[in-house]
């Protein structure tokens, strides 16, 4: 009750403020923000879904977004190492530095994969903090959404008691919709798959699919014909039901094996936009589990 | 703990005769109940408490599963440390005092004539660069760039940089690359093609250092603008060092960029460099009727440089990776005027002792075009095309020529270009292999075919480019 009056006092107070400029790394933490602030935030994607973020130019553009940005949200883990740091550091923007209230990582909420034992680049492009594709379980974004919505409320303290009833609305249907999720994925437990990239190893960890085998011999580098084939040859002794390919990614390696190993390619939105059907976080999920579903009942 | 007490309890249970008594099970019962409640309240507290700390904002960035676990040694706070090795074949002709005719020789410039894809003919190291990064405190960023080679270190940047000034305002102090133009910022393991371009060298020896300060402003507009101004000491040509207290060269520049659509993007600029110099030296040849000797020309005056930079890159879809293209343009207009003089030791030569020759002024143009095609992952090719006019002079020929031999190179009016062709193959971005061709006829009467086979490579915590 008391913070409720606090609240009220403060909104008193305030003259009516302008949204919060969001600068999200990704579309999937722009349809976050969007969903915990609604009309309170100003969300914008410094990427889109069939881009590559680990492979973005540090452009004018960024920049100039940048500038004016209240809260930068980015994944972590390196994964906009290439780039972030220059738009951050050129932006002249204080608010937005790692370290301060209006940079988020949503890293630093997530239970972290595949965090190497060594860091070598004679491994590929590995990432030390883990594998940084997390955002294709589910489940990470009811975590990640807490602290964002705490954040939020920080940064824009007249209208904490909205966010946080934001996130509780959100985290409501999300539970919902990860139940279901979570009954019509029962069938691909323990299903073999093959991926083009490290992409999916929280969504297989999430679903319980299998993985048999990787198409890029090292994270990050383009496979050549003669690991194909030597993947081709693993696939005939470990059989897989279905090659997975993030939808940013070139489909020629997955194309190959699939024709040859008879599988279909399923092309997965990593992200909100990665696909027709993947209009918002909801939706990001329905086409996730229908793509891999769909695959599923087509005969080998 | 809990376990360990249930464990203990359930053993106790177990046991028989011993505890074959109802009231003392019940007991028993009861007290296990109890620790059981008094720790799960235990546990509900703490973690109560747990997600209060994670929803606290400045906590959230305290290492958790994620990110920071592997600094929490004291080598985390180790800075960013990158090397850069760089080596190359070169083939061409046997050129003694390589210089671009018409242009002053920046042979007063740290570089010299030995700068970064430099004159050496066959295998030859070049710089090897050492940058160490880190930021120092929340409030400031420092780096460190050190180009190595046999026998000599040269700071080549040393700036700190500021991250808390906010409103879009940057400052820099220290030894940095100047802002001006859009090549001059890069190092050479950052360039397209394997040397810098034909007027960056006749303009700044390769690129222009300030040691001084940088302020940055970016506007809050949604095309890209960015505004600077430096001042600093002023002592690499085309200034000399003057051993002053004042200011010895100012820059302004101004940059503006953008997205069109999500394929292209872009950036233009404008930039203004003035400097002076004292005595800045080249070597002439004089008219001594007993023969020529080498003297020392000198010009004492005011320098200004006017640079026009565009850039445009196309990327479908916004993924380079496999296929990209970059053009990029720069033009540049250097004007000059102040005195000139010459010197020699020689008793002979009209400029024993030294002779003030006059009044020298000049207007020089030049630049460059490139484009650089990404056309299958890991491959590219480029040409460039570099033109220089050494442009207009006034002086009094009558004084000058009695003193200085017309046939010296400054004194030559000559349209030098030069045309480059490479290729280059990087496995990732931490290693780049080049060939490059070229035909340059940047010395009035000598066309040198150049082949130069370079290679990259990155080790280390590599930082990202600016666009």
């Known amino acids: ?300 | 703990m809990r376990r360990i007490a249930l464990a203990a309890a359930a053993a106790a249970l177990a046991l028989p005769a011993a505890a074959s008594n109802e009231a003392e099970l019940k007991a028993l019962r009861e007290e296990v109940a109890q620790m059981k409640k008094a720790y799960e309240s235990r546990i509900d507290s703490l973690e109560q408490r747990l997600a209060a700390a994670e929803a606290a904002p400045q906590k959230s960035q305290s290492p958790q599963d994620g990110a920071a676990r592997a600094a929490a040694t004291a080598g985390g706070f180790n800075p960013e440390v990158s090397v850069i090795l760089q080596g190359q074949y070169r083939r061409m002709k046997d050129v003694p005092e390589r210089s671009i005719t018409g242009y002053w020789p920046a042979g007063g410039h740290d570089h010299g004539g030995h700068g970064h894809g430099g004159d050496e003919r066959g295998f030859s190291l070049d710089h090897s660069e050492l940058v160490v990064s880190a930021n120092v405190n929340p409030y400031f960023r420092g780096l460190l760039n050190v180009a190595l080679k046999d026998g000599e270190a040269e700071v080549e940047e040393a700036y700190f940089q500021t991250l808390g000034l906010g409103r879009g305002f940057t400052l820099k102090g220290g030894r940095f690359l100047s802002g001006i133009g859009y090549i001059n910022e890069q190092h050479p393991h950052a360039w397209d093609f394997a040397d810098a371009p034909l007027m960056m060298k006749a303009l700044f020896g390769e690129h222009y250092g300030q040691d001084g300060l940088q302020l940055k402003w970016v506007a809050p507009t949604d095309l890209f603008m960015e505004f600077g101004a430096e001042i600093g000491r002023g002592a690499r040509f085309p200034g000399t060092d003057r051993n002053q207290n004042g200011v010895g060269a100012t820059s302004l520049f101004a940059h503006v960029g953008g997205d069109v659509g999500r394929s292209h993007a872009w950036r233009a600029g404008l930039s203004w460099l003035t400097t002076r110099a004292r005595e800045r030296e080249a070597h002439f040849e004089d008219t001594d009727a007993a023969g020529p000797n080498e003297v020392e020309g000198q010009f004492t005056g005011r320098s200004r440089t006017l640079i026009a930079d565009f850039v445009w890159k196309w990327a479908p879809d916004g993924n380079p990776q496999r296929r990209n293209l970059k053009l990029q343009a720069e033009l540049f207009r250097r004007s000059e005027h102040g005195d000139l003089a010459c010197a020699s030791d020689v008793g002979t030569s009209p400029c024993s002792g030294g002779v003030g020759l006059g009044r020298l002024r000049s207007a020089q143009t030049g630049g460059y075009a490139q484009a650089v095609w990404q056309f299958m992952p890991q491959w590219r090719v480029g040409y460039r095309y570099d033109w220089l006019n050494s442009g207009s002079k006034r002086y009094d020929p009558a004084t000058v020529f009695a003193a200085l031999d017309p046939a010296n190179a400054y004194f030559t009016s000559h349209r030098p270009n030069r045309h480059s062709l490479m290729v280059d193959w990087s496995q990732d971005e931490f290693s780049r292999l080049r060939l490059q061709f070229a035909r340059d006829r940047s010395m009035q009467g000598v066309t040198d075919n150049q082949v130069t086979l370079q290679y990259i490579m990155s080790l280390g915590a590599h930082g990202a480019h600016k666009f």
């Open chain 1, 1 to 300: 009750m008391k913070r409720f009056l606090i609240v009220l006092l403060a909104l008193l107070a305030l003259p009516a403020q302008a949204a919060l400029e969001v600068f999200a790394t990704g579309p999937e933490w722009a349809a976050l923000a969007r969903e915990i602030g609604g009309e309170r935030v100003n969300a914008w994607s410094a990427t889109h879904g069939l881009q590559d973020v680990h492979r973005i130019e540090a452009r004018p553009s960024l920049i100039a977004r940048a500038r004016r940005a209240d809260l930068v949200i980015a994944t972590g883990a390196e994964l906009e190492i290439g780039w972030l740091p220059v738009v951050l550091r050129e932006s002249g923007n204080a608010a937005i530095q790692p370290g301060k209230a209006g940079y988020f990582e949503a890293a630093a909420h997530v239970r972290m994969l595949d965090v190497p034992k060594t860091v070598d680049r004679i491994h590929g492009d590995v990432h030390a903090a883990g594998n940084p594709h997390f955002v294709t379980d589910a489940r990470v974004y009811l975590k990640v959404g807490e602290a964002l919505a705490a954040r939020l409320a920080a940064l824009d303290a007249a209208h904490a008691a909205a966010y946080q009833a934001g996130y509780r609305a959100f985290a409501e249907k999300w539970r919902s919709a990860l139940a279901r999720w979570e009954a019509q994925a029962k069938s691909l437990r323990g299903v073999p798959v093959a991926v083009q990239h490290d992409a999916f190893v929280y969504l297989e960890d999430w679903l319980g699919l299998k993985r048999v085998a990787t198409l890029e011999p090292k994270p990050g580098v383009e496979p050549g014909a003669a690991y194909l084939q030597e993947v081709l040859v693993r696939l005939a002794a470990e059989p897989a039901r279905m090659v997975l390919r993030p939808a940013y990614q070139h489909d020629a390696p997955s194309r190959w094996i699939a024709e040859r190993a008879k599988l279909p390619v399923v092309t997965l939105p990593l992200t909100v936009g990665g696909t027709a059907e993947a209009k918002d976080l909801f939706t990001l999920f329905d086409d996730t589990l229908a793509r891999l579903l769909s695959a599923l009942t087509l005969k080998n």
